[in-house]
């Protein structure tokens, strides 16, 4: 089929829920593309909770300066004061549509403490916020009529005679069907690329399509070096152990049951800023005082009553994939990758230089987290940037009206996608895929090196190469999921060398981006973001200045 839309989001986790809302409510007519059904998306996992300054004693003045001290001076100024401005609203505005946050004693919002943050304003729904918010806007979403094409599969952006985007093709996983979708304005809100390492906390479905798509398309990739590294990720899965564990007064112990962010952040202790408390945990277990390759995680003296209360699921997750009931037993955890900072290089609007093309979420750099994101404030940039993408997409597509797809961008696109099935070969897509995960999380984690960088590109130009051998082994076109791994692979090959490309340019360790051979913060070369451009030979880094407005950078303490 070839359908026409004013806005088309693809995408329809926090970011894109939000975004098509306010597109509607700009006045525009909406669909949203989504490869999973919405309720699926991986903001469903976020369980700490989301930050506002809401509380009389905090002020946004307060949350922007956290913010731009835990992206350790990388963070867009103007941007981190927008999301901690809008933050209130945008809580009070979900609270309102019906998500059920926490309440302390009096019946006002309770908040709990996060780290990096000077003043408890993380606001939550047990340990499952991001569910919470999720099915809220999924409701709002069916009420408002929006168009939703569920189990659709994006894979190309159209483009028109003056290379404006002017739509997507997508097909329909159910069927194989190959539709062209034409649209003024495309918002992509496709998430984050976290399977690029293996493991990691995010869902399988993580596999960055969208910054993929955006960056074949010629916009910049910005900041992909800057790789999120929770502290408390479970071995045996890669399971996300939420902050709120530590936010509710947990404790991180070495072997000799020793708190060792004593010595490393002898203030904020365990609610140090990720970047500081996992670089202190990867070094205990380096030096070889972790318990089989982990640090504790010790609750246990919050009681069984509060962490059946506040900790549930997390509680859960321990017994099942650590055997270790937090109530009267430490679990063993570790760094792990959770969250990609850089992505499509907007403005405050959304806005990609492409025009027609806007993004918003985790696939988006703004940036309002630098080099390293503030636990809470994901969730809030979803809502923030989600909603000010919609009606920047809608005004835009009031100005260019959405010219119907021709049928020839549609059976391009199939032709395509019927060769890569058809197509025989000796390598399989998850055996790839593995073999870069694992790469990645080697030598291009915690702590990295020119050496360790140069291997894990080779690594990743042999695994390209190896790519076109690939063999989809299901013919049909009935859910292929095949189909859908290939072309994750894909995507996240591309993706595997920005990150790369970016940790190789950038010689100074800033915020989660250690380079052991460069271990200081040099402001003088590098006070800049990196951009990831696409060339035939692989990414092109080119620099950008950030933006400062009224903090200067200084020596990071906690
Ligand atoms: C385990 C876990 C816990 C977290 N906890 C917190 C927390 O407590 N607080 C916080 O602030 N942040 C948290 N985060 C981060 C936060 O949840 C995410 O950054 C955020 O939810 C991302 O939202 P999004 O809307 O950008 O993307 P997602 O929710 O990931 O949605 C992406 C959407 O894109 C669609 N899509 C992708 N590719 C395609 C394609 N090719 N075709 C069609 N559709 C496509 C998917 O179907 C999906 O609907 C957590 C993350 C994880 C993994």
């Known amino acids: ?65 956290d913010t731009v001290k835990g992206s350790d001076y990388l963070g867009d100024q103007d941007a981190i004061e927008i999301l901690a401005r809008e933050a209130p609203q945008a809580i009070l505005e979900l609270e309102h549509m019906g998500v059920v946050f926490n309440r302390d004693e009096e019946g006002r919002l ?50 028109d005679a003056d290379g404006a985007v002017s739509g997507v093709t997508a097909f329909d996983m159910r069927s194989g069907e190959v539709s062209a979708f034409s649209a003024g304005a495309v918002v992509l809100c496709t998430g984050g690329m976290g399977r690029v390492f293996e493991p990691s906390t995010n869902a399988l479905i993580c596999t960055g399509d969208g910054t993929a798509l955006a960056y074949r398309a010629g916009t ?18 890669g399971a996300l152990i939420s902050e709120s564990a530590r936010g509710e007064g947990g404790y991180l112990l070495n072997r000799d049951g020793e708190r ?13 800023s990720r970047d500081v408390v996992s670089r202190a945990a990867q070094v205990e ?19 069984a009553a509060k962490i059946m209360e506040r900790l549930p699921q997390i509680r859960e997750l321990a017994l099942e994939f650590a055997g270790a009931d937090m109530i ?26 492409l025009a ?51 049928e020839s961008s549609r059976a391009d696109a199939e032709r395509a996608l019927r060769a890569l099935v058809a197509r025989g070969g000796h390598e399989r897509s998850a055996k790839l895929r593995l073999e870069m995960g694992q790469v990645m999380t080697r030598r291009v984690g915690v702590f990295r090196d020119d050496a ?50 970016g940790a190789l340019a950038r010689t100074e360790s800033r915020g989660a981006h250690t380079r052991v051979d460069h271990p200081r913060r040099d402001d003088a070369t590098w006070l800049k973001h990196t951009l990831c451009l696409a060339t035939p030979d692989g990414p092109r880094v080119d620099t950008a200045p950030v933006s400062i407005t009224r903090w200067q950078p200084q020596e990071r303490k906690y």
């Open 1 to 65: 089929m070839v359908v026409r839309h004013d806005v088309l989001v693809v995408g329809a986790g926090l970011a894109g829920m939000r975004a098509a809302l306010a597109a509607q409510a700009a006045g525009a007519d909406v669909a949203i593309i989504s490869k999973v059904y919405p309720v699926r998306s991986h903001s469903n996992a976020a369980q700490g909770g989301i930050n506002a300054a809401l509380a009389p004693d905090d002020s946004w003045e307060s949350h922007a300066y």
């Open 110 to 159: 309770g908040s709990r403490n996060f780290g990096g943050a000077s003043h408890a304003r993380t606001y939550f729904v047990g340990d499952f916020t991001g569910q919470a918010i999720l099915h809220v806007l999924y409701e709002q979403l069916v009420h408002s009529g929006i168009r939703a094409y569920n189990e659709y599969f994006c894979t190309e952006l159209l483009r």
């Open 220 to 237: 910049a990739l910005m900041d992909m070096e800057m790789v999120q590294f929770h502290p408390t990720t479970l071995k045996s899965n």
């Open 260 to 272: 060792f962010m004593r010595t490393t952040a002898p203030n904020a202790m365990e609610l140090a």
């Open 285 to 303: 277990i380096n030096e070889g005082r972790g318990v089989d390759g982990c640090v504790l995680l010790d609750v246990r003296h919050l009681g």
């Open 328 to 353: 009267d037993a430490p679990v063993p955890v570790l760094p792990g990758m959770h969250y990609e900072m850089g992505g499509i290089r907007t403005d405050v609007q959304g806005a990609t230089p």
């Open 356 to 406: 027609g093309l806007y993004a918003a979420g985790e696939c988006a750099c703004v940036s309002v987290h630098g080099g390293n994101r503030l636990g809470a404030n994901s969730l809030l940039e979803t809502v923030v940037f989600g909603r000010r993408a919609g009606e920047a997409a809608a005004a835009f597509a009031r100005s260019r009206p959405a010219q119907p797809a021709p």
């Open 452 to 501: 360790g960088l140069r291997e894990a590109e080779r690594t990743l130009v042999g695994l390209r190469e190896r790519y076109a051998d690939v063999e989809i082994q299901d013919k049909g076109t009935l859910f292929n999921q095949a189909l859908v791994a290939a072309l994750e692979l894909d995507f996240m090959l591309d993706l595997a060398r920005c990150v790369v490309a």
